[in-house]
Structure formats: C-alpha cells, structure tokens
C-alpha cells in the first residue's frame, strides 16, 4: 500500500494480493490486453464488489466470489488487479437492507 500525498487527496492504492481473506472491495482496474479481456469474460471489471475468499500461499491462486460465483485468478493477474480499501460485512448488509426498504 503506497502512501504518497498528492494535490491533497492521500494515494492508497492497492492490489488484491493486500487484501485479507473474507474482506469485501470493490474493483478500481483490472490489465490490460489478453488477461483483462478474460476477467471482464468472466465479468470482473471495475466497479464490481468482490469478496477474496482465499489466497493460497507460495504463488498460488486467489479465489474470489462475485455475484455468487466463485473462481480462481491467477496470483500474477491478482497483483495487477487493483482495488479500494477493504470494506466490512456489516456495512455491505446496510447497504443491502437499504435497498430492500426502497420495495417495502
């Protein structure tokens, strides 16, 4: 995670290696070329909430779930997969439950 203060908004940007386990985020980029045009296939692109459901060690893939489905990113295309600061299950139920009163 880099720190660097520009023109007054404080930079942190960050991949989805830095993200712990069970932590949702929400997609700022993805690669471009070949392996972004397979995420987006897949419909990874930026804007979606995600949740990293596991990173295995020693290079291995990371598993993640979007819109209920779980598939593996390669540990190479994770590290270019960038993404906002990790939010917490309970806002992401506020979220959802606010929502829900909009049809009560």
């Keep these: 995670?880099?720190?660097?203060?520009?023109?007054?908004?404080?930079?942190?940007?960050m991949n989805?290696?830095?993200?712990?386990?069970?932590?949702?985020t929400r997609i700022k980029s993805i690669p471009e070329?070949?392996?972004g045009q397979r995420?987006?296939?897949?419909?990874?692109r930026a804007g979606k909430k995600i949740k990293k459901i596991?990173?295995?060690?020693?290079?291995?893939?990371?598993?993640?779930m979007l819109d209920g489905r779980h598939f593996a990113v390669a540990h190479g295309i994770a590290?270019?997969?960038e993404v906002e600061a990790p939010t917490s299950a309970k806002s992401?139920?506020?979220?959802?439950?606010?929502?829900?009163?909009?049809f009560i």
Excluded at 39 to 44: I, K, P, Q, V
């Design 1 to 13: 995670m880099t720190g660097d203060y520009f023109g007054g908004e404080l930079d942190l940007a």
């Design 16 to 24: 989805l290696l830095q993200i712990n386990d069970g932590e949702w």
């Design 33 to 35: 070329g070949e392996a």
């Design 39 to 44: 995420l987006e296939a897949l419909g990874l």
């Design 54 to 64: 596991s990173g295995m060690p020693f290079g291995g893939p990371i598993t993640l």
């Design 79 to 81: 590290a270019q997969i």
């Design 92 to 102: 992401d139920i506020n979220e959802k439950s606010s929502i829900w009163q909009r």
